[in-house]
């Protein structure tokens, strides 16, 4: 399977605290983009970034890429519940397993 | 605000029945993606269109999925006869031309929870 891997699984924080979450894939790439999915819902595009980037920022959003180690990672910076969703990487037309975000209040 | 849209938005189906599902990209996007997505898992393309042609199909099960977009518009995703593990959501996503997940985003519809019993 060509699908990636993310990690952590899930993870659970306090409101306020930053929450970092890592994909790894496995091919070569143009771009690699990231999507949050509220529970049963449809996905939403959260930010793109180019294989010539190394990190792009959006709001609260920070995304970095390592074409050399085919990694990337999502940085949420102080969360909010409503950042409560799972958040997926995904490349080409291929989505990773995705990391399950549980903001507390 | 332009959105894709799918319907139903749930269906319970029994097994060996024959299951269809709906979607409208938004106007003007040439490419319709299916996917398929288990509960806890990542989607999973199904298939990919480009104005009515197929463009990937590879991870379709075509003895019993079938996918159609005659007029380069809306789509149906059919499946006969279902079976338990098809039980999922089932999402659609539409991008602009030369656009996806090549160079831009997609936008993807609310789905279709299908639960085959």
């Known amino acids: 399977s060509q699908q990636g891997e993310e990690d952590p699984q899930a993870l659970s924080i306090q409101e306020g605290e930053n929450a970092t979450m890592n994909c790894s894939y496995k091919?070569?790439?143009?771009?690699l983009q990231w999507y949050r999915q509220n529970s049963g819902r449809g996905l939403v595009h959260l930010i793109l970034?180019?294989?010539?980037?190394r990190e792009k920022h959006s709001g609260r959003l920070r995304v970095t890429l390592d074409t050399s180690k085919k990694s990337s990672s999502l940085l949420i910076t102080a969360s909010r519940a409503a950042d409560t969703a799972s958040y997926f990487c995904?490349?080409?037309?291929?989505f990773g397993t995705g990391t399950r975000l549980k903001v507390l209040a | 605000e332009a959105e894709v849209a799918q319907s139903p938005r749930y269906k319970i189906t029994e097994k060996s029945q024959a299951v269809a599902f709906w979607c409208d990209p938004i106007?003007?996007?040439?490419?319709l993606y299916w996917y398929r997505q288990i509960l806890g898992q990542g989607p999973e393309l199904l298939v990919q269109?480009?104005?009515?042609?197929?463009?990937?199909d590879s991870q379709l099960p075509k003895d019993r999925f079938s996918a159609e977009r005659l007029k380069g518009v809306d789509s149906t995703l059919k499946i006969q006869p279902a079976e338990l593990g098809d039980s999922a959501m089932y999402l659609c996503?539409?991008?602009?031309?030369?656009?996806?997940?090549?160079?831009?985003?997609?936008?993807f519809g609310q789905g279709t929870r299908l639960t085959v019993v």
């Open positions: 106007s003007g996007h040439a490419t």
């Open positions: 995904a490349y080409k037309y291929i």
């Open positions: 996503a539409s991008s602009l031309p030369g656009g996806g997940f090549m160079n831009t985003e997609a936008f």
């Open positions: 970034i180019r294989s010539n980037e």
């Open positions: 091919t070569s790439i143009n771009n």
């Open positions: 269109f480009q104005d009515e042609s197929v463009v990937d």
